[in-house]
């Protein structure tokens, strides 16, 4: 009976112990992976335009280094079933006059489809000097930091950083900082 009693608790100390340990162990997994995605999803701090390499609507690489010189730049991020996107850019739309001496980059994952409804429900490619881009997986996201639709990033003609919206955002509140990046 002794004999018994010293078996069962071994037996009881050594489930305890694996049972422990790989508590431990799965908690040394989750923290790695918790630190990982808080690297991973890091706000990117901008102070210039960043170095990016997206695809025009036929397919060809756009760059940093294919924008116009000398002009303020504003990036657009949108979908297509974005509302609040729809939203930017009817007030850009609008006050097409005011982006008129901008390089405008309006990025997108849509579809071609997609993007041509976008484009031709609000006339921008008419009133507007902009440029469609491209992506396919998270290149913006991981270029400028952020995921939200839509978001607009402005630039002066330095292509230095001015202002950045996370959401929808009022026309005077665009148009104030726009104003902003072009006489600097």
Known sequence: MYIMNRKTIILGIVIILVISLGVIIRSQILKKENGL??????????????EFNFQDTLGNSFAKVNLEKDKP???VHFGNFCPYCHEEAKIM???SKEYKDFQLLFVTKDEMKNINIFMNKHKLREKLNLTVLRYENNEFEETFG???LPCVFIFDKHKQFVQHF???VTARTLIKYTRAARIR
């Open 37 to 50: 995605k808080q690297t991973k999803d890091a706000k990117v701090e901008l102070t210039s335009l960043p």
């Open 93 to 95: 739309s609008h006050y």
């Open 73 to 75: 730049i504003v990036v």
């Open 166 to 168: 996370d959401g929808a």
């Open 146 to 148: 952020s995921k939200s």
